[in-house]
């Protein structure tokens, strides 16, 4: 299905906005990988058993997060077909510069496609959620569509390279402590807004945007 978000940006000219920055809905995080607000995802009554308080991961996200533990964004990572693997990142940093303290903040990845080899699952390196120099073996993890991935927002990581036909779309949540607020990853300082509403695709026009 063809994505509004790209078409706008194509037809108001904002290639180079989107390869700069980004706007604050709608990233590119490499080469043919989005990164995509989708409110309805965090608010809808059809999708309450994703973002609700009883959504299979929430026993786990409160028993390591707490009982008041918030769900704080959601979206969707869209790997297309030849997309670049991503450089190591972890999402978040430490909250102190030299005590070890429990997790803060963690992402549920949930893919909607099954995850295979072929079509660029994402790849972690254990306990580097403790150290970020961790000299451990990368683990790249498959899934089934609907499954749940549940990783500490601090732990190095990166997407592999979509080699497959299809599109890889994948559902992701960041749930944190009360207190924590994330001031780097959507900051409305470091990226554009993208005009709403978001121009209609032509129902005649047949381009894969």
Same mark, same amino acid.
């Given at each position: 299905? &063809?994505?509004?978000?790209?078409?706008?940006? +194509?037809? %108001? #000219?904002?290639?180079?906005? =989107?390869?700069?920055? !980004?706007?604050?809905?709608?990233?590119?995080?490499?080469?043919?990988?989005?990164?995509?607000?989708?409110?309805?995802?965090?608010?809808?009554?059809?999708?309450?058993?994703?973002?609700?308080?009883? &959504?299979?991961?929430?026993?786990?996200?409160? +028993?390591? %997060? #707490?009982?008041?533990?918030? =769900?704080?964004?959601? !979206?969707?990572?869209?790997?297309?077909?030849?997309?670049?693997?991503?450089?190591?990142?972890?999402?978040?940093?430490?909250?102190?510069?030299?005590?070890?303290?429990?997790?803060?903040?963690?992402?549920?990845?949930?893919?909607?496609?099954?995850?295979?080899?072929?079509?660029?699952?994402?790849?972690?390196?254990?306990?580097?959620?403790?150290?970020?120099?961790?000299?451990?073996?990368?683990?790249?993890?498959?899934?089934?569509?609907?499954?749940?991935?549940?990783?500490?927002?601090?732990?190095?990581?990166?997407?592999?390279?979509?080699?497959?036909?299809?599109?890889?779309?994948?559902?992701?949540?960041?749930?944190?402590?009360?207190?924590?607020?994330?001031?780097?990853?959507?900051?409305?300082?470091?990226?554009?807004?993208?005009?709403?509403?978001?121009?209609?695709?032509?129902?005649?026009?047949?381009?894969?945007?």
């Amino acid at each position: 299905r &063809a994505c509004p978000r790209r078409y706008t940006v +194509a037809q %108001l #000219g904002l290639g180079d906005e =989107l390869d700069g920055a !980004g706007f604050t809905r709608f990233k590119l995080r490499d080469r043919g990988r989005y990164d995509m607000a989708v409110p309805a995802l965090a608010s809808a009554p059809a999708f309450a058993w994703l973002h609700g308080p009883d &959504a299979p991961w929430m026993p786990l996200v409160r +028993a390591l %997060l #707490g009982a008041a533990a918030r =769900l704080c964004h959601v !979206g969707v990572m869209l790997s297309l077909p030849g997309s670049a693997p991503q450089q190591w990142h972890s999402d978040g940093p430490h909250m102190h510069h030299s005590q070890q303290l429990g997790p803060h903040a963690l992402n549920v990845f949930v893919p909607l496609v099954a995850l295979t080899p072929a079509n660029g699952p994402t790849e972690f390196v254990p306990t580097t959620h403790l150290h970020w120099d961790a000299d451990e073996r990368p683990v790249c993890l498959t899934a089934d569509a609907g499954d749940a991935i549940l990783f500490d927002y601090r732990t190095k990581h990166r997407g592999l390279a979509n080699r497959g036909a299809e599109p890889r779309p994948l559902v992701y949540l960041t749930y944190g402590q009360p207190w924590w607020v994330d001031a780097y990853n959507f900051s409305a300082e470091r990226y554009h807004e993208l005009p709403e509403p978001l121009l209609a695709r032509p129902a005649a026009r047949d381009e894969r945007l």
